[in-house]
């Protein structure tokens, strides 16, 4: 056998608890970022003025006043001339972030649940595993 169980078990509850460590963080930075970082912010829409492998730039207007901005963020669905959802501080429009892209934060309470998921199940395999070869008297 490739390991024995007490092996086993160990690599499954190291990847259960990366699993829910990775679920808990991400859960609290996704929480800030979809729910606290838009409270108190304006929408408007930006045209996309340029794009790159990792970044869009985008120009929009507040208050009659034009302000052009470069996001560290990229879409497949962007070409120019797109208008894109920002938010900004209505104190300090120049300051904006992208609308759609921040649900990506998703990512990290996602992958948490599923290391969460795989370390459980192969916990109960080796569990039940373990019940069966000792009443099989191996």
Known sequence: M?????????VFITVSCV???LFLIGAII?????F??????ETTY??????GEDYTIAKYEVNGKEYERRYSAYSSTYY????????????????SFIANLRYLVLIAPGMG???TGVGG???LVCYFKSDKYKTLGY
Do not use: C, M, R, W
Not at 30 to 34: A, D, Q, R
Not at 36 to 41: L, M, N, Q, R, T
């Open 2 to 10: 490739l390991f024995d169980n007490d092996k086993l078990k160990k």
């Open 113 to 115: 649940i599923l290391f």
């Open 19 to 21: 699993g829910l460590l």
């Open 36 to 41: 606290f970082d838009v409270k108190g912010k």
């Open 80 to 95: 120019k001339g797109k208008k894109i959802k920002i938010y900004y501080d209505k104190n300090h429009p120049q300051k």
């Open 30 to 34: 996704s929480v800030k970022t979809i």
């Open 121 to 123: 199940i192969g916990l």
């Open 46 to 51: 930006a045209e996309v003025v340029d794009l």
